[in-house]
């Protein structure tokens, strides 16, 4: 072989080489992408998102120890509890799952309570009512709201409320709905049909004060109030924080998409016009005693 053929073929070769490493390379990314495409889709929602309240807790809690509450006169006070999962216990689960749960049995005690105590248990559209119009509410009202649209809710805690004939707010983040331990639309479009309030509380239950853009956090707060609207076919004018967070601009895209009140997780029972998008609020846990302290404080 001359020179020239060796350098044709070395050419040649490498053009192949080339080719072949190239085929290789995008046979591999294409198997990423599907893995990683369908790791998505069947990821586990709820541990991801459970894992987002890892850490937070203890931030949350020093906002909440760190408050000094006065009360102005003109406060109306409507204790607005504030479950997570409703269902029974499991052994061997973590603190983090176990914090954010009440058994059904707790719940049904909680409910007895409000009734043999003669609480009146109101539509958060009431208390709204009550700040914007000043409108009178009946007496000892509370307000049952359960949040993150845990199919569990649906299961043990629905049937409880029905039965006690006392209705609740569900604050449901869009991006869940249908997925496994999440409620589905059906599921959602029966409660409304059962009077219970459906709310929003953004699209994936993000850190929202880590979200500078505006336009995101308008998709993720305007953006679940129109799915949901849109699902149900009647307006949502209620929304929560996730991990009870907001901040001025938070609560200024909040009013600008056009709801009516959200609640915060400011702790307290108290509420003004002016806190209209801070509502104050109790988290329920297994404590019974917590809950009866918390509830007359
Ligand atoms: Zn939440």
Redesign the pocket.
Known sequence: MDKDSILHLTFVVAIIILALATGIFWGRYQQNQEISKSALSAKDITEDFLLKFEGINIERALQETSEQVIIPSEAIRVPILVYHSVRPQVKGESTLIDYFDITPEMFERNLVYLKENNFSVIPFSSLVKALEEEKELPKKPVILTF??GWKNQYIYAFPLLKQYGVTATF?I?TNAIGHKNFLSWEQIKELDRFGMTIAS?TKS?PYLFQIKDRNILTDEIAGSKKILEDGLGKPVEIF?Y??GYFSDLIVSVVKESGFKAARSSKKGTYHTKDGLFILRSIEISDDFDAFVKNLNK
């Open positions: 949040d993150d604050f983040f509380h239950h929560a996730p991990f």
